[in-house]
């Protein structure tokens, strides 16, 4: 029995290390949504000279409202994420939890609104929305398994050792990477992963733009998400 209640405690030190790794990857989509939303930073500061005054100034504010808010959510996923790899377990699983399928909801909403615009001429979807929803979802389905701990004590009696240490850096490797490559994905399709130059672009060249031209270019297309 033992043996079972330290698999069980090292399954669960694995889950916790990866829900922190998988918010910090929320917390750098978070901040890459939060560039796409405030104005000034995306392309909806063009808009502001349209005829249509109100409606204008309307969606600036729920755009700067919206950015602030995924600011805040960028910052708490990021201090969490650095207490719980601090305390290697998550306090207040429950409250993250709670947190976490709020935002996924949200993200949800705003990808499917995107892709039933009308007319369908401006339907979009956001891929760095997505890739947060994949990741939020990801959190959902990892504390959801922590929550069954008692039900697979008791079905894993039957099971031989505990997992190996290469089996556990394998797990973890393999959760990095997974993590890293859907915040890339999602970063790069920000405003901010757009706005960023190439490495081989850090010198004018006549192939290769600098800073200036890049920021312009995303001017002149009115750019945003």
Not at 9 to 20: D, F, R, V
Request: glycine share 10%.
């Amino acid at each position: 029995m033992k043996t079972v209640e330290r698999r069980s405690q090292t399954g669960t030190q694995l889950s916790s290390l990866y829900i922190s790794l998988a918010l910090l990857g929320i917390a750098a989509l978070a901040s890459a949504a939060t560039s796409s939303l405030i104005i000034g930073l995306g392309g909806a500061a063009t808009g502001l000279a349209d005829p249509a005054g109100n409606i204008i100034w309307i969606s600036a504010a729920s755009s700067w409202a919206a950015g602030i808010l995924s600011g805040i959510y960028c910052l708490s996923s990021l201090a969490y994420a650095f207490v719980s790899f601090r305390k290697g377990a998550l306090p207040n699983a429950s409250a993250l939890r709670l947190v976490v399928a709020l935002a996924a909801g949200v993200h949800l909403i705003g990808l499917l609104e995107g892709l039933w615009r009308w007319p369908t001429s401006t339907r979009t979807f956001d891929v760095t929305v997505a890739s947060l929803l994949v990741l939020e979802l990801s959190v959902i389905a990892v504390l959801g398994w922590r929550r069954n701990t008692e039900l697979r004590i008791g079905q894993s009696i039957k099971f031989g050792k505990d997992p190996s240490a290469m089996a556990v850096v394998g797990s973890l490797f393999a959760a990095s990477i997974l993590v890293a490559g859907i915040t890339t994905v999602g970063m790069a399709a920000s405003t901010a992963g757009e706005l960023a130059v190439p490495h081989s672009g850090h010198k004018s060249t006549e192939n290769s733009p600098g800073v200036p031209s890049n920021i312009e270019q995303l001017k002149n297309q009115g750019h945003h998400h």
